[in-house]
C-alpha cells in the first residue's frame, strides 16, 4: 500500500509525457442501416459479415497464392474456458469479442491492445447447460450484447460504458441468451435458448436508443393465433420450445428478417401431437411491427431435436433458369434447402440430401413436406436409430456463400447417428430440463455405422446445378464456422487436432494449416487495418463440439481424444 | 445488495472431508463464515431461503408442494438420485432460495463405501450437493452399468460410494458431501456441506 504515492506519481509523469494525440481515442465511425447493408470490405460489422450471412469477406489481399505465409499478428488470451464461439467483430480498427459469461472485449484490431472489457455479473447459482456467447451487435455508436441470464445490455462502444439494461426474461425459469443480436432499422432483436428446457421461443426487438421493447414474437403462437391449432389442446403451447439462438438473415429490401427456430419440446413427438408451428422452422419476420409475414417448417411434428436455428443464407441466384431470391439452409436432418423469399411468403423451391439421411422418405414436390419412416422415430415408450443423429448433419455452425466461385459451403457430419431409448412421459417444472429420454440414453446416442468411415465433410455445392463441387473428409468429425473470402479461401477449424485452416475455394485443397492453442469453434472474420488484411478467429473448445468428442470417446474408447480448454483470440496477416 | 448464499463449512466428522486436514484453511474458511454472518446480520433474516442446509434439517424432494420430509423408504437400490432440498423444521420453510442448496440422494450398497462416505451415509443413502462443480446443472442422472452419478450437460460423472470422486466429464472438483442420519425414519442434516458449492469460474 505504501507503495501507491510513488506507483501514482509515476502514472501522472507518465501522463503528462505523453503527447495527447496519442492519447485520444481512435474516431469511431458510427454504424448505420446503410452501413450494415453495404458494409465497406475492411469492416466486420455483425455476426455474418453482412446480412445476407453470407460470412463472406470481399478482401483479397490475402489469397490463395500467399496463404501458406500467414502468420500470427497477435493473440490475447481471455483468461475463460468453455466455447469461444463469437466472431471478432471489427469496425474503424475496433475489435469485439465476446466470451462465456457474456464478456465483451474491446481490443484494438491491429494490435490486440485492450481497450476495456465489461464483465457482467451472472448470478451464480445459474445452470449453463451451453457456457458461450456468439457475439455483438454494433450499432450507432454503441456495442449490445445478449447475456447468459437473459438482459439486453447496450454499451458505449468507445468506453464500454453501460447505456442501458433490459431485462428480457426471467432465467430462473430456464431461458438463457447466447445470440449475436441482429440490429436493424434502429431495433436489437434477440431470442431466447432454452430447448431442452421448455421454454416457448420468440423474438422480441428493443429499441436501440432507449432499450424499451418494440415487439415481441412468440414462435409457438398462442391462442387465436395463426398455427396455434398444430399444438394439442390445453398449455402445451407454453412449453412448446422453438428457441432462437442464432442471429437471423435481414433483407434491407422488405424489411424482412429471416430467423430459424429450435425443436419443439419436449422431445418425444408423440407427447404434442400436430405440426407445432412454428418450430424447427424458418420464419420471415417484419422488422417494424414483429408480424410473421412468412415461413416454412422444414420438420413438422419433429422427434429427433433437429433444432433448425441456423438462419437462411440469401442468396439471388439462378435455379433451372429462373431467377429466385433465394433463403439457403442446411438443415440439421441433413437436407439443403433452397426456399424462395417474397414480400409476402416463402415458397419451397428444392432440396436434397447433403449427408445420409434414413428417416426423411420422400419431400412433398410442391410443399417440401417430408414423409417420415416411423421405425426411425423415437418416441414415448419407443427407442429408434437414426442418421443423422441429434447433432444433425450441421449444427449451428454457420455455412458461407462466396459470390465469386458461386459456391456455397458446408460444414458437415456424415453418417454420424443417433439412437435415443424409449422415451418417458415428462412433466414441466420451471429451470428444469424438460426433454422425455433418460438423460444417459442421450449421452450414450452416438453411433457411426462404420467407425473406419470418416464424418467430418467440409462440401462447396453448386447451388445452380445442385451438384457437389468438391469435399473434404475428415476421419472426425467436423465442428467449423466458416468464413469465405475473395481471395478464393475458406477458412475454417473445428476438428479436435486444434488445427485452423485455409482451403481453396474452387477445389478444396488445404492451402495452410495453423496449430491453434485450443480447438477452434469460433465464427472467422477478416478485416483490414492500415491497409493490411487479417484474418480473425477465437480458439477455445467447449460447448457441444466438447460433447460430440464425449460421445464418440464413450463408443470409440480406443481413439479417445481430449482437446485442452481456454480461450485465445488468433489474428494473422502474410508474413513478410 | 442482495445476499448470496456462503455455506459455512463445519469441522467435519473425524472421519470425514480431507480438509479437516489443513489447519490453515479451515482458519480461513471459519473467518470467511464469521465475516459472512456479520455482514449478514444487519441486511436479511437469520434464516433466508438462499441459506445452504444446516444441521438438523430435514430433506423435501425439490418439486414436493407439501413438503413431506424424505424417509428411508422413499430413496430406493439402483434408482436414480432424488432431488431435495434442505427444510427447516422450526420455520416450517424449504430452503430452496438457491439452486446452489440443491441436494441429491442415492442408495448404494453400505460395504461399497469408502472409508470417508461411509460415516456421512445413513443406512447406505448417501447425500451430495446436486448443483454440479463444472457448470451448475443439476447432477440428478444415474448410470446403472458404472454405478455413477451423471450430469446431464456435460456429462460429468461422480463415484458416490468414494466421496463423489469425479469419474468423467470436465468437473474439476467432487461434489460437496453433506453427512445425513436417520431420525424417527427420516433424514435429517447432520453436518455442513464438506466443501462449498459452486461451479468453476
Given at each position: 500500500m505504501n507503495r501507491t504515492p510513488t506507483f501514482l506519481a509515476a502514472a501522472i509523469a507518465l501522463a503528462l509525457a505523453t503527447p495527447a494525440d496519442a492519447s485520444e481515442p481512435r474516431p469511431y465511425p458510427a454504424v448505420t442501416d446503410a452501413r450494415l447493408a453495404q458494409p465497406e470490405p475492411a469492416n466486420w460489422l455483425s455476426y455474418r459479415g453482412n446480412f445476407s450471412a453470407w460470412g463472406y469477406s470481399p478482401l483479397a489481399k490475402i489469397n490463395e497464392r500467399n496463404v501458406g505465409k500467414l502468420t500470427l499478428a497477435w493473440a490475447y488470451q481471455t483468461g475463460l474456458v468453455e466455447g469461444h464461439q463469437s466472431p471478432p467483430i471489427v469496425n474503424g480498427g475496433y475489435m469485439y469479442v465476446t466470451t462465456p459469461g457474456s464478456q465483451v472485449i474491446a481490443l484494438d484490431a491491429g494490435t490486440g491492445q485492450e481497450i476495456w472489457r465489461y464483465k457482467p455479473q451472472i448470478p451464480a447459482d445459474q445452470l449453463q447447460l451451453h457456457p458461450t456467447n456468439r457475439g455483438v451487435a454494433l450499432y450507432g455508436n454503441r456495442v449490445y450484447i445478449a447475456t447468459v441470464d437473459c438482459r439486453l445490455i447496450a454499451l458505449d462502444a468507445r468506453t464500454g460504458k453501460v447505456a442501458w439494461t433490459t431485462k428480457v426474461d426471467e432465467w430462473k425459469n430456464g431461458y438463457y441468451m447466447t445470440l449475436a443480436p441482429l440490429a436493424a432499422k434502429g431495433k436489437i432483436m434477440v431470442g431466447p435458448s432454452g430447448g431442452e428446457t421448455g421454454v416457448r421461443g420468440y423474438v422480441a426487438a428493443f429499441d436501440a436508443e432507449t432499450g424499451k421493447e418494440a415487439w415481441r414474437t412468440y414462435t409457438v403462437p398462442g391462442p387465436g393465433e395463426p398455427g396455434h391449432d398444430t399444438w394439442p389442446a390445453g398449455d402445451s403451447y407454453k412449453t412448446g420450445g422453438g428457441s432462437v439462438w442464432i442471429t437471423g438473415s435481414y433483407d434491407p429490401q422488405t424489411g424482412l428478417a429471416y430467423w430459424g427456430t429450435g425443436n419443439p419440446a419436449p422431445w418425444p413427438a408423440d407427447q404434442r401431437k400436430g405440426d407445432n408451428l412454428y418450430t424447427s422452422s424458418m420464419i420471415a419476420i417484419?422488422?417494424?411491427?414483429?408480424?410473421?409475414k412468412g415461413h416454412h417448417q422444414y420438420q413438422p411434428n419433429d422427434a429427433w431435436d433437429w433444432d433448425e436455428v441456423s438462419a437462411p443464407v440469401l442468396i439471388d441466384t439462378t435455379i433451372k433458369g429462373r431467377p429466385v431470391k433465394a433463403a439457403v439452409h442446411a438443415g440439421r436432418s441433413g437436407y439443403l434447402w433452397v426456399l424462395e423469399r417474397t414480400a409476402d411468403k416463402v415458397n419451397y423451391v428444392q432440396a436434397w440430401p447433403y449427408v445420409n439421411n434414413n428417416v426423411i422418405t420422400g419431400l412433398d414436390p410442391k410443399t417440401g413436406r417430408p414423409a417420415y419412416d416411423a421405425s426411425k422415430t423415437p418416441g414415448t415408450g419407443k427407442g429408434a436409430a437414426f442418421?443423422?443423429?441429434?447433432?444433425?448433419?450441421?449444427?449451428?455452425p454457420p455455412e458461407a456463400y462466396n459470390p465469386n466461385t458461386g459456391l456455397f459451403y458446408i460444414p458437415a457430419n456424415n453418417n454420424m447417428c443417433g439412437m435415443l431409448p424409449a422415451g418417458e412421459n415428462v412433466k414441466y417444472k420451471p429451470g428444469d430440463l424438460f426433454i422425455g429420454y433418460p438423460l444417459d440414453g442421450v449421452l450414450g446416442s452416438v453411433r457411426v455405422p462404420d467407425p473406419n468411415q470418416t464424418v467430418g465433410e467440409l462440401q462447396a455445392w453448386d447451388l445452380k446445378t445442385g451438384k457437389l463441387a468438391w469435399a473434404h473428409k475428415f476421419k472426425t468429425f467436423l465442428w467449423a464456422p466458416l468464413l469465405t473470402t475473395a481471395g478464393n479461401l475458406v477458412f475454417a477449424g473445428g476438428t479436435n487436432d486444434r488445427m485452423f485452416r485455409a482451403y481453396?475455394?474452387?477445389?478444396?485443397?488445404?492451402?495452410w494449416e495453423f496449430p491453434a492453442p485450443s480447438g477452434v469453434v469460433g465464427v472467422p472474420s477478416s478485416f483490414e487495418v492500415d491497409g493490411e488484411q487479417y484474418i480473425a478467429v477465437q480458439s477455445g473448445w467447449g460447448v457441444d463440439a466438447e460433447r460430440v468428442q464425449g460421445a464418440f470417446n464413450a463408443i470409440l474408447p480406443e481413439r479417445k481424444v481430449v482437446v485442452p480448454q481456454g480461450g485465445t483470440v488468433l489474428v494473422f496477416k502474410v508474413g513478410k | 445488495m442482495k445476499h448470496i448464499a456462503i455455506h459455512p463449512v463445519e469441522r467435519a466428522p473425524a472421519a470425514g472431508c480431507g480438509c479437516g486436514a489443513d489447519p490453515q484453511r479451515r482458519k480461513a474458511l471459519k473467518a470467511a463464515a464469521g465475516m459472512a454472518l456479520l455482514a449478514g446480520a444487519g441486511l436479511r433474516p437469520a434464516q433466508a431461503a438462499e441459506d445452504g442446509p444446516r444441521t438438523g434439517d430435514w430433506l423435501v424432494l425439490a418439486d414436493d408442494e407439501a413438503k413431506k420430509p424424505i424417509g428411508a423408504a422413499d430413496v430406493k437400490l439402483g434408482e436414480k438420485p432424488l432431488i431435495a432440498y434442505p427444510f427447516d423444521p422450526a420455520a416450517k420453510a424449504?430452503?430452496?432460495?438457491?439452486?446452489?442448496?440443491r441436494i441429491l440422494l442415492v442408495r448404494l450398497d453400505p460395504g461399497s463405501l469408502d472409508g470417508a462416505t461411509q460415516p456421512r451415509a445413513a443406512e447406505g443413502v448417501v447425500a451430495y450437493s446436486a448443483f454440479c462443480t463444472h457448470m451448475g446443472c443439476d447432477v440428478n442422472a444415474w448410470v446403472a452399468a458404472e454405478k455413477v452419478l451423471l450430469c446431464f450437460c456435460h456429462f460429468s460423472k461422480f463415484d458416490p460410494s468414494q466421496e463423489a470422486a469425479v469419474t468423467g466429464g470436465p468437473a474439476p472438483r467432487p461434489l460437496p458431501a453433506l453427512p445425513i442420519k436417520l431420525e424417527d425414519g427420516k433424514f435429517v442434516v447432520a453436518g455442513a456441506f464438506s466443501a462449498p458449492p459452486g461451479k468453476a469460474a
Open positions: 417484419d422488422v417494424e411491427t414483429g408480424q410473421i442418421c443423422p443423429g441429434l447433432w444433425g448433419g450441421k449444427d449451428w481453396n475455394a474452387t477445389n478444396g485443397k488445404v492451402l | 424449504v430452503r430452496d432460495g438457491s439452486r446452489m442448496n
